[in-house]
């Protein structure tokens, strides 16, 4: 099946710095990507949807200049987390949709990115 | 907005005994996926139930697809301490995103 890679798999910085976070889509291509992000004991919240070449779509509440989405490739979409604070901290998943034609997309999940901000 | 409500939020049992989740929406779906989680990992995909009534079985677990299309189930027999996880159901949204459910933590004890 597709995979899907994030890099890295857990990052902790200090409060106030920026953090870049990989997904890749290692053997397909990707015309979009989403990110989640999910806290302890919780489901995953969609954060944003990204198109390759074009600005991401941010859900209501999720501040954009904070989280800073480019899907620069069709496999290829970062996720920067800038001047981060504790409560940023959390679990990052993106997911890839394979397009195979109408109606037979897929979306695949990454293992996951940890960030804690102390 | 569409959601989808899990339910039970938590269940905890014995190796060997049956369990059912649920999935409930008051809005159609075209379609419902069922995710697994584990600690520290992505959601791993199990099944995706398309058709109103429809059953899917995937070796001891068995999915059902409401014929309104709104909810769905999750049955599993004879629980193992492998089937421990983080469950969620996940469906289309009306802007074609994934939506996710309010998840179902696992824990079968041995």
């Known amino acids: 099946g597709a995979v899907v890679s994030q890099h890295p798999s857990r990052v902790i910085c200090k409060s106030g710095t920026s953090v870049k976070i990989e997904c890749r889509s290692l053997d397909f291509q990707a015309t979009t990507m989403f990110w989640y992000r999910q806290f302890p004991k919780q489901s995953l919240m969609l954060m944003a949807t990204s198109n390759e070449g074009s600005k991401a779509t941010y859900e209501q509440g999720v501040e954009k200049d904070k989280f800073l989405i480019n899907h620069a490739s069709l496999t290829l979409s970062t996720l920067t987390v800038t001047s981060a604070h504790p409560e940023d901290s959390s679990f990052y998943i993106c997911?890839?949709?394979?397009?195979?034609?109408?109606?037979?997309?897929?979306?695949?999940f990454g293992p996951g990115t940890r960030l804690l901000v102390l | 907005t569409q959601l989808l409500e899990q339910s039970p939020q938590f269940l905890s049992i014995q190796e060997g005994e049956n369990l059912t989740v649920y999935c409930n929406s008051s809005?159609?779906?075209?379609?419902l996926q069922w995710y697994r989680q584990e600690p520290g990992e992505g959601p791993v995909l199990l099944v995706t139930v398309v058709t109103g009534g429809e059953v899917k079985k995937l070796k001891r677990l068995t999915f059902q697809f409401g014929d309104a299309r709104k909810d769905s189930s999750l049955h599993i027999t004879a629980a193992q301490p492998g089937d421990t996880g983080l469950y969620l159901c996940?469906?289309?949204?009306?802007?074609?995103?994934?939506?996710f459910g309010t998840g179902t933590r696992l824990q079968v004890f041995p």
């Open positions: 809005s159609v779906f075209s379609s």
């Open positions: 997911s890839a949709r394979e397009a195979r034609g109408i109606g037979q997309e897929t979306q695949y």
């Open positions: 996940a469906g289309p949204s009306n802007t074609d995103k994934l939506i």
